[in-house]
């Protein structure tokens, strides 16, 4: 099989398509979050609202989205702990500070930056899909986890997973030409960026704007945010 027009396809056309839809998408879901408002106070607030606001999202920026606050947690859920922390890790430092990724950035946004290591990135890229399959595991295996699934929460893992896996494919040139894996892995990648403004995944672009909301609503009661 001539994998070079499908590949052509999907790192032009139907990739900037993804890139236009996800671009969209996660404004649209923005824009109606911002819209909510916020609540009017009646009582006066304890604490300045704008500087637990700021402590907040410093702490947000501080302390990654991967590391969970909550002292009990890594006691009560260590799986998730551990193995979400793990995920998380892995994901954006491979996404973020990959060679072949940087290029894609440089692409996008006309300027890149140095990279780590591929012995580096190849471990936590590893480490990142193990994971991954460990919280799959776990959700299935949890009663209560999985009475709380539902099939997009599978569409989830499954868009996350397979660029992760594909991308460890074809750099160790596993399984499949490089023409047909780069095809595959480039396509669940536009695959993953049209779902994840239809989607909870889109969560990660909510976190400090709730970080700094919670934080006012901390100073509000007089609590540290």
Not at 22 to 50: C, E, S, T
Not at 154 to 171: A, D, E, I, R, S
């Amino acid at each position: 099989m001539n994998w070079v027009p499908l590949m052509e396809f999907v790192r032009g056309p139907l990739f900037y398509f993804a890139i236009l839809f996800f671009i969209a998408g996660m404004a649209y879901r923005l824009v109606n979050v911002l819209a909510l408002g916020w609540k009017k106070d009646y009582v006066p607030a304890k604490h300045n609202k704008l500087g637990g606001s700021i402590v907040a999202f410093l702490k947000g920026v501080i302390v990654w989205p991967f590391i969970p606050r909550i002292s009990q947690t890594a006691t009560r859920n260590p799986i998730i702990y551990f193995a979400g922390g793990l995920f998380h890790l892995g994901l954006f430092v491979t996404v973020l500070l990959g060679a072949a990724h940087i290029l894609v950035w440089k692409s996008l946004l006309g300027f890149g930056w140095p990279s780590l290591p591929l012995p580096i990135i190849d471990w936590l890229a590893a480490i990142a899909i193990i994971s991954l399959i460990v919280l799959f595991i776990n959700r299935i295996s949890n009663p209560v986890l999985k009475l709380l699934t539902r099939v997009p929460d599978y569409f989830n893992l499954l868009f996350v997973f397979m660029p992760m896996v594909t991308g460890f494919f074809l750099t160790h040139r596993l399984f499949l030409s490089y023409e047909a894996m780069f095809t595959i892995h480039v396509l669940f990648v536009d695959l993953l960026l049209i779902w994840i403004p239809l989607s909870r995944i889109s969560h990660f672009m909510f976190y400090f704007y709730s970080k700094a909301r919670y934080g006012a609503a901390f100073a509000q009661r007089g609590a540290r945010p």
